[in-house]
């Protein structure tokens, strides 16, 4: 326990529709949950990380949050996977919805647009959704803060004034991946 508040995961789904959390996508979309954990039996699912973050948060007295990144949806798209659904799924299944304790990420405001518009909605929850931003200008944050509570960027990528922007249209600005002295 180095103390975290908020764990940062990157979901995907295999074709049998296990939400599990690997960073490269790779094959992940045509390969069964089964055939992955044969081949890698470290991977975990979104749920047994809740499950490990339940039991932390209970032994720490601290609540700790998740902050899902769903990666490459216009793969899963092309697959007839729906990441959001999946994603969404897993934390409602797992009474896992309280928004101060979770957010779902994405680089692709359309897949963010689907849990805002439609997912969310159905299911009964209001979870925070941030855009992974590169880098643009005011216009692109401005649509951002239509559909997105907040934005998450490589802290090389952003700028003082990005940031005041983002915060002047109510976003919440998370950065990430230090990766030397330039970032």
Same mark, same amino acid.
């Given at each position: *326990?180095?103390? =975290? ?11 049998? +529709? ?8 790779g =094959? &992940?979309?045509a ?8 081949a $890698?039996? $470290?991977?975990?699912t979104?749920f #047994?990380?809740?499950? &490990?973050?339940?039991a932390?948060? =209970?032994?720490? +007295?601290?609540? &700790?949050a ?5 990666k ?5 798209t092309? =697959?007839?996977i ?5 994603t ?18 994405? +680089?692709? +405001? ?6 805002? *518009?439609?997912?969310?909605? #159905?299911?009964?929850?209001d979870i925070?959704?941030e ?5 643009? @200008? ?10 997105? *509570? ?7 990528g ?8 983002a915060? #002047?249209l109510?976003? $919440?600005?998370n950065?990430?991946t230090?990766?030397?002295?330039? @970032?």
């Open positions: *326990d180095w103390g =975290a508040d908020v764990l940062e995961c990157d979901a995907q789904v295999t074709s049998d +529709g296990v939400v599990v959390l690997v960073h490269d996508t =094959a &992940i979309p390969t069964t949950y089964a055939d992955l954990v044969a $890698n039996p $470290n991977v975990i979104l #047994e990380l809740i499950g &490990i973050v339940n932390k948060s =209970a032994e720490t +007295g601290r609540d &700790i998740l902050n899902i990144e769903m490459h949806p216009a793969t899963y092309e =697959a007839g729906d990441i959001a659904k999946a969404l799924d897993v934390l409602v299944a797992a009474h896992f919805t309280d928004p101060d304790r979770v957010a779902l990420n994405c +680089g692709d +405001g359309d897949a963010l647009k689907h849990p805002a *518009d439609t997912l969310m909605p #159905e299911a009964g929850v925070p959704l855009m992974t931003y590169q880098g643009t @200008d005011a216009e692109d944050l401005a649509e951002i803060a239509t559909y997105a *509570d907040g934005i998450s960027a490589k802290i090389s952003l700028d003082a004034d990005e940031v005041k922007l915060h #002047e109510g976003l $919440n600005v950065a990430w230090h990766d030397g002295p330039c @970032d």
